[in-house]
């Protein structure tokens, strides 16, 4: 079996490919919101992605510790990027952390994949999905809701790719950020 590569639709959705067999003739797709309805069902998008946090560190023996969860879960709290002092801000109803704490957690959580750095904001976000560490990554961010949505990088990751093999240039993190009105937003 083999996963197929997502397409960026019309309207927003991206149509996740399923599992397929090399040697089908149909590939069955899922469509998946970029940016979630704002009626959509977020504590089981939240619990989603911890249980995809707890995989993920599971496989690689690694620990998902108290801070680093709280930490993950203030991130999946809400759909936009937040500063590490912002984090702080919703953690410390319980017990209010160490900036250094928070930043280590935040570390740990990127370079595993799980969290992702917003530059423009300097701030991160929760990452949902499962992608390797060098694919490029295209934030759409909403100027109006702050919302931030994770599109796939699809051809123009290749093109990009091209150009900096072409130029000798090793690309460190594959990102672009995009600013603009997301669906929801234009729709009020």
Known sequence: MRLGASHLGHDGAISEPLMSHDNDRAMTTMP??????????????????????????????????????QVLEALLASHKPLG?????????????????????ALDFLRVNGLVHRIESRNAFV????????????????????GAVGEAPGGTAA????????????????????????????RER
């Open 32 to 69: 998946t919101a970029i940016f979630p309805a704002p009626d959509h069902d977020h504590a089981h998008c939240a619990s989603a992605a911890i249980a995809h946090a707890e995989a993920q560190c599971a496989a690689r023996a690694q620990r998902l510790t108290p801070m680093r969860r």
């Open 84 to 104: 590490a002092y912002e984090i702080i801000e919703q953690l410390a109803t319980k017990n209010r952390p160490a900036p250094i704490t928070v930043y280590r």
């Open 126 to 145: 929760a990452c949902v999905h499962d992608h390797g560490g060098n694919d490029l990554v295209v934030f759409l961010i909403c100027e109006r809701c």
């Open 158 to 185: 290749e093109a990009l790719k091209a150009s900096a093999r072409a130029a000798g240039f090793a690309p460190k993190s594959p990102l672009i950020e995009i600013a603009g009105i997301c669906s929801h937003c």
